[in-house]
């Protein structure tokens, strides 16, 4: 019984210490500062999720783009669980995203921290991707 115990006690004490800690980002001045930090900040809606080495690959078509941003979709990384500070999107829901580059990637800390009413605030109105036309497919060659 002792034994069955202490394996109890070292499973819960191990998930605690794997889990997600959001440090900053509660106050206005922390949220600020957030966006002065990520190198990408976007408006857009998930096209598709895949899975790959424990980290979700999310591909977004942008709308509205205010920090980093030149193009119209993205691929987004982010730990697959939320332990591990996953951020968690569905197939076809809107999102504004703080992310940072190489390799572009978001958790759900920065998620929580999002205002897009305070990235206006400080950034405007950023530049709109909403009438540019999708990236078309390469063709297969006969």
Same mark, same amino acid.
């Given at each position: 019984?002792?034994?069955?115990?202490?394996?109890?006690?070292?499973?819960?004490?191990?998930?605690?210490?794997?889990?997600?800690?959001?440090?900053?980002?509660?106050?206005?001045?922390? /949220?600020?500062? #957030?966006?002065?930090?990520?190198?990408?900040?976007?408006?857009?809606?998930? @096209? !598709?999720? $895949? +899975?790959?080495?424990?980290?979700?690959?999310?591909?977004?078509?942008?709308?509205?783009?205010?920090?980093?941003?030149?193009?119209?979709?993205?691929?987004?990384?982010?730990?697959?669980?939320?332990?591990?500070?996953?951020? /968690?999107?569905? #197939?076809?829901?809107?999102?504004?995203?703080?992310?940072?580059?190489?390799? @572009? !990637?978001? $958790? +759900?800390?920065?998620?929580?921290?999002?205002?897009?009413?305070?990235?206006?605030?400080?950034?405007?109105?950023?530049?709109?991707?909403?009438?540019?036309?999708?990236?078309?497919?390469?063709?297969?060659?006969?």
């Amino acid at each position: 019984m002792k034994t069955f115990c202490s394996i109890l006690i070292i499973f819960f004490a191990y998930n605690l210490a794997l889990a997600c800690s959001c440090q900053r980002g509660q106050t206005e001045e922390e /949220k600020i500062e #957030v966006i002065n930090d990520v190198s990408i900040i976007f408006y857009g809606k998930v @096209v !598709s999720i $895949s +899975s790959a080495d424990n980290k979700l690959k999310v591909k977004f078509q942008v709308s509205r783009s205010w920090k980093g941003l030149n193009k119209n979709e993205i691929i987004v990384t982010t730990a697959s669980s939320s332990p591990a500070c996953g951020a /968690k999107f569905n #197939v076809g829901e809107s999102r504004t995203v703080y992310a940072t580059d190489n390799p @572009v !990637s978001t $958790s +759900s800390c920065w998620m929580m921290m999002v205002d897009e009413k305070l990235v206006r605030q400080q950034l405007g109105e950023g530049k709109s991707f909403a009438t540019l036309p999708r990236r078309k497919p390469k063709r297969k060659k006969p």
